[in-house]
């Protein structure tokens, strides 16, 4: 009896638990790399460079002043307007080292301010692979039948007219020209632990 009761008791705090809303995501500007064209490499204008950035989870908290949630979003690269990002590389160089069952499965994801994941779909801290933009494409066909009057026979003809979509994955694939200043972000799905290295690498062109 009472071994039935403690089950009813955990399922009802689980029930409870349930109704309550997530946090609200946070977008933190803390490990944000320049200001417009400041701070980025060298004669910035006319060039094409590699812009790196690091992002250690073990002093994660202090840097941005509270522990990392669910969906929270850090900023990480600033992107000038008129800049071109070709290709978007994210590894962990040091895994991720989860504290909790309340971590596991924490993946992270790459984009920008448009697109959470628009250059780097959501891989697991706990994977050495190296993650880039680099793009898979599909094509689906989509078939129309057509029916039009044969000016030569006098007679109504039919025909099917089969057309092509193509999509790219992820999104920025095939590279992205930024109109208007813009950052590269990373988005974690849960708290992604304590330890744990992140790089982030981007190809980039800018004609000012």
Same mark, same amino acid.
């Given at each position: 009896?009472?071994?039935? @009761?403690?089950?009813?008791?955990?399922?009802?705090?689980?029930?409870? @638990?349930?109704?309550?809303?997530?946090?609200?995501?946070?977008?933190? *500007?803390?490990?944000?790399?320049?200001? =417009?064209?400041?701070?980025?490499?060298?004669?910035?204008?006319?060039?094409?460079?590699?812009?790196?950035?690091?992002?250690?989870?073990?002093?994660?908290?202090?840097?941005?002043?509270?522990?990392?949630?669910?969906?929270?979003?850090?900023?990480?690269?600033?992107?000038?307007?008129?800049? +071109?990002?070709?290709?978007?590389?994210?590894?962990?160089?040091?895994?991720? +080292?989860?504290?909790? *069952?309340?971590?596991?499965?924490?993946?992270?994801?790459?984009?920008?301010?448009?697109?959470? /994941?628009?250059?780097?779909?959501?891989?697991?801290?706990?994977?050495?692979?190296?993650?880039?933009? @680099?793009? $898979?494409?599909?094509?689906?066909? $989509?078939?129309?039948?057509?029916?039009?009057?044969?000016?030569?026979?006098?007679?109504? *003809?039919?025909?099917?007219?089969?057309? =092509?979509?193509?999509?790219? $994955?992820?999104?920025? =694939?095939?590279?992205?020209?930024?109109?208007?200043?813009?950052?590269?972000?990373? *988005? @974690?799905?849960?708290?992604?632990?304590?330890? =744990?290295?992140? /790089?982030?690498?981007?190809?980039? +062109?800018?004609?000012?």
């Amino acid at each position: 009896m009472k071994s039935k @009761f403690l089950t009813i008791a955990i399922a009802a705090v689980l029930a409870l @638990f349930a109704l309550v809303p997530a946090a609200p995501a946070t977008t933190y *500007t803390n490990l944000l790399q320049g200001t =417009g064209t400041t701070g980025l490499p060298g004669n910035w204008a006319g060039g094409t460079y590699v812009l790196r950035a690091q992002v250690d989870l073990s002093t994660l908290s202090n840097k941005l002043g509270a522990a990392v949630t669910r969906d929270d979003v850090l900023e990480v690269l600033q992107i000038p307007s008129n800049a +071109t990002i070709v290709a978007v590389s994210a590894h962990m160089s040091t895994l991720a +080292t989860l504290v909790s *069952t309340l971590t596991n499965g924490a993946t992270v994801s790459v984009g920008d301010g448009a697109d959470a /994941d628009g250059w780097v779909a959501a891989f697991e801290v706990t994977n050495p692979v190296y993650q880039t933009s @680099f793009p $898979t494409r599909s094509i689906t066909a $989509t078939s129309t039948n057509l029916t039009y009057l044969n000016t030569t026979t006098n007679m109504q *003809t039919n025909a099917v007219m089969t057309a =092509g979509a193509i999509a790219v $994955t992820p999104a920025y =694939g095939l590279g992205k020209l930024y109109t208007t200043n813009d950052t590269l972000n990373i *988005t @974690f799905s849960l708290p992604p632990g304590e330890l =744990g290295v992140l /790089d982030l690498k981007a190809l980039c +062109t800018y004609l000012p």
